[in-house]
T-cell receptor, first 116, second 117 residues
Framework: AQTVTQSQPEMSVQEAETVTLSCTYDTSESDYYLFWYKQPPSRQMILVIRQEAYKQQNATENRFSVNFQKAAKSFSLKISDSQLGDAAMYFCAYRNLHSGNTPLVFGKGTRLSVIA | GAVVSQHPSWVICKSGTSVKIECRSLDFQATTMFWYRQFPKQSLMLMATSNEGSKATYEQGVEKDKFLINHASLTLSTLTVTSAHPEDSSFYIC?????????????FGPGTRLTVT
């Protein structure tokens, strides 16, 4: 079974600075998706960024980018120019590529605080 | 974009009663929906996979007779917590699967906070 590990329960960053959240995963599949989700205090899950494992290029979405290391099974999220609104729980997630009935597998999450 | 709604957003019920939570995909058809449970400061735990027109598949350790799931249409899945007890108090999140050209995407509802007194 696939597992996702987030080793940082809590992180903090100064406003306008950069922070990196770590995630590792374990799978025997060669094709899959990786995601970072944000859960603010409202608890609505918000997709931040997605990476297809077959793509070597790291995904970017504005201030959010990932460092995807397939061989190391590592998938970190970098948040640049951190804003107060970035404060939230961040979950790393995995999903098999082709099986539609396979749900997302989540890590335990990292709580990010942004200091003004 | 794809929108998933849940109703109610929060509910308080007495111990021993049942409560139903609805999950709707508002602008797309979802043959598969997922139900998650989230305790405070914890991650989402998958409870069951709901497929339209068939029985739900429950994760190990989830009581199927306590958490009844019905996926009667392509836009609606319901989770009924039967004979609720205080330990069932939690945040319940549904997610609906949208089939795209060559893959799938999961969209999340806003969640339902259940408090059993």
């Amino acid at each position: 079974a696939q597992t996702v590990t987030q080793s940082q329960p809590e992180m903090s960053v100064q406003e306008a600075e950069t922070v990196t959240l770590s995630c590792t995963y374990d799978t025997s599949e060669s094709d899959y998706y990786l995601f970072w989700y944000k859960q603010p205090p409202s608890r609505q899950m918000i997709l931040v960024i997605r990476q297809e494992a077959y793509k070597q290029q790291n995904a970017t979405e504005n201030r959010f980018s990932v460092n995807f290391q397939k061989a190391a099974k590592s998938f970190s999220l970098k948040i640049s120019d951190s804003q107060l609104g970035d404060a939230a729980m961040y979950f790393c997630a995995y999903r098999n590529l082709h099986s539609g009935n396979t749900p997302l597998v989540f890590g335990k999450g990292t709580r990010l605080s942004v200091i003004a | 974009g794809a929108v998933v709604s849940q109703h109610p957003s929060w509910v308080i019920c007495k111990s021993g009663t049942s409560v139903k939570i609805e999950c709707r995909s508002l602008d797309f058809q979802a043959t598969t929906m997922f139900w998650y449970r989230q305790f405070p400061k914890q991650s989402l735990m998958l409870m069951a996979t709901s497929n339209e027109g068939s029985k739900a598949t429950y994760e190990q350790g989830v009581e199927k007779d306590k958490f009844l799931i019905n996926h009667a249409s392509l836009t609606l899945s319901t989770l009924t917590v039967t004979s609720a007890h205080p330990e069932d108090s939690s945040f319940y999140i549904c997610s609906a699967r949208l089939r795209l050209a060559d893959t799938y995407e999961q969209y999340f509802g806003p969640g339902t906070r259940l408090t059993v007194t």
